[in-house]
């Protein structure tokens, strides 16, 4: 049975110090965190290994931006939950995505990322 300390975490960031940053603290918070710089590497990533949750920048440059690409998990794994972050509030979300305005707290992040997958694996059993 997965609990939630082994959910798969996928991070898409296109800046890369923020991207270490919020990997290296769900590796220590005990997640299995990897990471993309980009929408379109990320979707590769979701269709190669198991992924349970990401968390996606909204502004990134490339053929689509978060946004576009929590749309493209709704359609493809809408059993994905995600994390849209931006520090630009007032965004319309996808159904069933979740918001994180920066600049985030480490306990904010944990948080957002534990309430997700708990969702996730309520709505499973």
């Known amino acids: 049975m997965q609990t939630r300390?082994?959910?798969?975490?996928l991070v898409v960031e296109d800046d890369?110090?923020?991207?270490?940053?919020i990997v290296e603290v769900l590796k220590e918070a005990g997640f299995a965190a990897s990471e993309a710089a980009s929408?379109?590497?990320a979707l590769r990533l979701l269709v190669q290994k198991r992924i349970d949750a990401v968390i996606t920048d909204i502004d990134m440059p490339g053929e689509f931006d978060g946004?576009?690409?929590?749309?493209r998990i709704?359609?493809?794994k809408p059993?994905?939950?995600v994390i849209l972050t931006s520090g630009?509030?007032?965004r319309v979300l996808p159904p069933g995505a979740r918001f994180l305005v920066k600049p985030f707290t480490v306990r904010s992040l944990l948080q957002s990322v534990a309430a997700l997958i708990d969702?996730?694996?309520y709505a499973a059993s």
Not at 67 to 71: H, I, K, P, Y
């Open 67 to 71: 946004l576009g690409l929590a749309r």
């Open 79 to 81: 059993e994905v939950g």
């Open 74 to 76: 709704g359609e493809l």
């Open 119 to 121: 969702e996730r694996l």
């Open 39 to 41: 929408a379109e590497e």
């Open 16 to 21: 890369l110090l923020v991207r270490d940053l």
């Open 88 to 90: 630009r509030a007032g």
């Open 5 to 9: 300390r082994s959910a798969a975490v």
